[in-house]
């Protein structure tokens, strides 16, 4: 705090605009609780990373199945422990890749999906009943998921041995990212649907990963970030709590998803906040007594948003910062950006420079040796508490508007965001907030990077085979299953079950999603995002 009679510093605040004072004495709070212990702010093991590291998770996918098997394949060889999937738009929106709507993006941004095939190709010698996999999926989540599930079991691998994430976080997509298909409330209907197909059939799956991450990207600050993922939370829990779910039952498998930014103490403090908050949240509004249903675990991935297309191999030192700070944190998996991803997807070279990033910060620099390295700096104790205290008045006014879904269809968080991304690009502009090699210290002497190209004929191939899919299956069984699922989503049966009949038949995702579009309709936002 600042001697007496003294001003704070003008002009010094945190990324998110939070005032700093020039020095921080201890501000008389309580001392936590150690980590371990509710409302687990100072980590959620009492034991940190001492007993195992956080999950290295390097997001991959790109082309075809076959392009994208090989990432994985190189990755794990070169020690990452988990897998994550990056889809491609067509994937993500829910068509099939000779869709009219998919020309030009199919295999773009991620790996293009149709069938079981594909499927059966992307985990082509994974041993998915060893290797955890994290799939960046929303709108047609359950569909991917139940994909997953049946290559599997043509292996022989049980559902109930299958360990890994969807993101299934439909809400941040109204708010921040736009891949969405349903409106919100039939969307709402398939995620309490996967928490109860997912608690029968497998145990071991996280059914949600609630993502603050998009929203930061889209320009959010921390506390928006926390308020309206833990808002979000708050959505899910309670429709699925009004669906007839016990929250102990589902809650446990419920995790997390943040960004990392470039404030470093900043974000070592949020990760504390939210984790304290969705704590008091659980038990106190929900009453969880399981301790585990009221831990906030979380998958943190660096910021897309901070890097740059010049001067790129600078993005190596932001995330490098960006990883230091997720573990002081406290998180539970990583997934490290790679420096050229402003210009194209990670090369492979620039995959492995990002997967050797956390290697090195987890075996040399000593921030896994003890949990919350940051714990009693009055600094970060000042900032959790200031984003507790921010977060938490954010959180009352998306309840005073009616909760999450309301509040995303008038419109709040996205005019929220898109103040603090105005806010943020006029301190760029002017100068005021620094971004190296952009606005200032732009001479260089880099040579320009080689990036990957994912070429035209790649989409041309995925054609033929989804056409070749179709050709070669028996349409009356794929026909029925489609009608079925028609039938379901008119009534209030869980649509999962009826979903994977349609898909074991080897329907196209583009056609399951396309069953459901016919009854549920598609949104059309009143807000632009």
Request: aromatic share 8%.
């Amino acid at each position: 705090m600042s001697a007496p009679g003294e001003e704070p510093e003008a002009g010094r605040n945190t990324e998110s605009g939070l005032p700093l004072e020039p020095y921080y004495d201890p501000d008389g709070a309580e001392p936590w609780p150690p980590p371990g212990a509710y409302p687990f702010a100072r980590g959620a093991r009492g034991d940190g990373y001492r007993e195992r590291l956080w999950t290295m998770r390097q997001y991959a996918g790109f082309g075809s199945a076959e392009q994208t098997n090989e990432r994985f394949q190189y990755l794990l060889r070169a020690g990452q422990t988990g897998l994550s999937v990056a889809f491609d738009l067509p994937t993500q929106m829910g068509y099939d890749s000779d869709d009219p709507v998919a020309h030009g993006e199919v295999g773009k941004v991620g790996v293009a999906i149709d069938s079981i095939d594909d499927m059966e190709l992307l985990t082509r010698g994974i041993p998915q009943d060893r290797v955890t996999t994290s799939m960046t999926i929303n709108a047609p989540a359950s569909v991917l998921l139940l994909l997953y599930e049946l290559a599997a079991e043509r292996k022989g691998i049980s559902a109930a041995s299958l360990g890994g994430t969807i993101q299934n976080d439909i809400l941040k997509e109204y708010a921040a990212r736009g891949t969405y298909i349903f409106p919100p409330r039939q969307s709402m209907r398939l995620v309490t649907d996967t928490f109860a197909y997912c608690a029968e059939r497998l145990p071991r799956w996280n059914t949600i990963s609630i993502s603050g991450y998009h929203m930061r990207e889209a320009g959010a600050t921390a506390p928006q970030e926390v308020a309206f993922t833990i808002s979000n939370g708050i959505a899910y829990v309670q429709a699925a709590v009004d669906a007839g779910l016990a929250v102990d039952d589902f809650a446990p498998r419920l995790s997390f998803f943040f960004n990392v930014s470039n404030d470093f103490f900043e974000e070592v403090a949020k990760f504390r906040a939210a984790r304290a908050v969705w704590a008091d949240v659980m038990r106190g509004r929900f009453g969880a007594r399981n301790p585990r249903s009221q831990v906030l675990r979380f998958h943190a991935q660096t910021s897309g948003a901070t890097l740059t297309a010049q001067q790129p191999l600078n993005n190596v030192v932001r995330v490098a910062l960006q990883a230091l700070a997720a573990v002081s944190g406290g998180t539970q998996s990583l997934h490290t950006n790679s420096y050229d991803e402003a210009l194209a997807l990670p090369s492979q070279q620039a995959a492995e420079i990002a997967l050797r990033t956390q290697q090195i910060v987890g075996y040399e620099s000593g921030a896994a040796n003890v949990a919350d390295p940051m714990g009693g700096s009055y600094l970060v104790e000042s900032l959790t508490r200031r984003l507790m205290d921010e977060s938490q008045s954010l959180i009352r006014r998306v309840d005073e508007l009616g909760g999450a879904v309301a509040a995303i269809e008038s419109g709040f968080y996205q005019r929220e965001i898109q103040e603090s991304a105005y806010r943020h690009q006029q301190l760029v502009e002017a100068g005021d907030r620094v971004i190296v090699g952009v606005n200032r210290f732009t001479e260089t002497s880099q040579e320009e990077v080689e990036i990957l190209k994912v070429g035209a004929d790649l989409e041309e191939a995925q054609i033929r085979r989804v056409r070749a899919v179709r050709a070669e299956r028996e349409n009356a069984p794929v026909d029925r299953a489609l009608d079925a699922l028609k039938g379901g989503a008119e009534s209030n049966a869980n649509l999962l079950p009826l979903m994977r009949d349609a898909l074991a038949a080897r329907a196209t995702v583009g056609e399951v999603c396309g069953a459901l579009r016919a009854v549920f309709g598609v949104y059309r936002p009143s807000v632009a995002v």
